[in-house]
């Protein structure tokens, strides 16, 4: 017994091992790993993926949310492809991730916090945002959120992401020549986008981390959205995208647990 409460001491980890464990399960279009804590008593946490699915850093996340008393869900959610012909694509997608993400809350009963880095942030301000909606009534159990190195508007992140595959679809639409500059390109754009975040983002209890050197979703796009949800963005330095990800996810977990704990 001595031993045990030794080793808890220096890995605390070892503490919840088989509590805060990851149980998988499936609602609809979405994939969800639950952790479940051994004390209940803090709020329900909800984490998005970004680009590319659920990853070792969301996993870490939310184990160490769970060790602090939060029943965690990382919900994956389907990612879509969007042909470089097909402009409309992009709010196809939206709307279709929406519906989904619909789907999980309207089985959710209890006030919720919603984190979400790069695209999985991009979504979960827009949970966020229509939470009041009554189109997105399933929302309302959602009335805080985490962001990290999510922007908007989204045409601007588009028009000027170095993301690999978001930089190849706009290399192919602008050597068709129906584009003089950037800004006809970004606003063309605009025009297809409706849920657009800038548009639609609401203050509220937010905590955002951005990132001063990151060109996949611009900086600039960053502070816009802090901006917008009215708070003052915590800024992480020369680390890039997945860096302040990495970073915030592993290193900032008092800082996020503190956030939610006061709520």
């Not at 464990?21 to 998005?48: A, C, H, M, W």
């Not at 950037?182 to 025009?191: A, V």
């Not at 800024?235 to 704990?261: D, E, M, N, P």
Request: charged share 20%; aromatic share 8%.
């Amino acid at each position: 017994m001595k031993l045990f409460i030794i080793l808890s001491l220096i890995v605390p980890s070892l503490t919840f091992a088989g509590i805060c464990s990851g149980d998988r399960s499936e609602t609809g279009n979405v994939k969800i790993r639950s952790y479940s804590p051994k004390k209940p008593g803090l709020r329900q946490v909800v984490i998005l993926p970004p680009t590319g699915g659920e990853n070792r850093a969301d996993r870490n996340l939310a184990k160490e949310l769970c060790s602090r008393g939060h029943l965690v869900k990382v919900v994956d959610y389907p990612q879509y492809v969007i042909a470089p012909e097909d402009f409309g694509g992009h709010e196809d997608a939206t709307i279709n991730t929406l519906r989904n993400l619909s789907a999980f809350f309207a089985e959710e009963t209890i006030p919720t916090s919603i984190i979400g880095a790069s695209l999985g942030g991009i979504y979960a301000s827009l949970v966020f945002s229509l939470a009041q909606s009554e189109e997105w009534k399933s929302f309302r159990v959602v009335d805080a959120l985490v962001t990290t190195v999510a922007g908007g508007s989204l045409a601007e992140v588009l028009t000027y992401s170095t993301l690999d595959h978001v930089k190849k679809t706009r290399e192919g639409r602008l050597a068709g020549g129906d584009f003089r500059t950037l800004q006809d390109y970004q606003n063309f754009l605009d025009g297809y986008i409706a849920t657009d975040l800038l548009k639609l983002a609401r203050p509220g209890n937010v905590l955002a981390f951005t990132s001063n050197s990151d060109t996949v979703v611009p900086t600039r796009t960053q502070l816009a959205l802090a901006e917008a949800h009215g708070a003052k963005p915590i800024r992480i330095g020369r680390l890039g995208h997945s860096g302040t990800v990495a970073y915030v996810y592993y290193r900032k977990i008092g800082t996020i647990h503190q956030f939610l704990k006061q709520l």
